[in-house]
Nanobody
Framework: VQLQASGGGLVQAGGYLRRSCAASGSIWRINIMGWYRQAPGKLRELVATITSDGSTNYADSVKGRFTISRDNGKNTVYLQMNSLKPEDTAVYYC?????????WGQGTQVTVSS
């Protein structure tokens, strides 16, 4: 399984970004896709996840600002990031977990300037 993310970059506080991550390869239809992030000097943390039947989970720090969604036909997960804050600055990773194993995409930087 390979994961290819797009949509990172630099944005001002209060702005928005839309991330996408497409999975390719042999993918079991029952899976969880999601996003994690790691800020400098901090541990990697959950941002949001979504199951193949659409159940979502969010970190408290992003609830009400970020929205995760997916297109099962395209094996693609999206992350709409609104009302961005400087503390959202991090390297963001997309993941796909299936059959007890997590696949990780290459991280991409999101920088929110104040």
């Amino acid at each position: 399984v390979q994961l290819q993310a797009s949509g990172g970059g630099l944005v001002q506080a209060g702005g928005y970004l839309r991330r996408s991550c497409a999975a390719s390869g042999s993918i079991w239809r029952i899976n969880i896709m999601g996003w994690y992030r790691q800020a400098p000097g901090k541990l990697r943390e959950l941002v949001a996840t979504i199951t193949s039947d659409g159940s979502t989970n969010y970190a408290d720090s992003v609830k009400g600002r970020f929205t995760i969604s997916r297109d099962n036909g395209k094996n693609t997960v999206y992350l709409q990031m609104n009302s961005l804050k400087p503390e959202d600055t991090a390297v963001y990773y997309c993941t796909l977990t299936t059959r007890g194993y997590s696949h990780w995409g290459q991280g991409t930087q999101v920088t929110v300037s104040s």
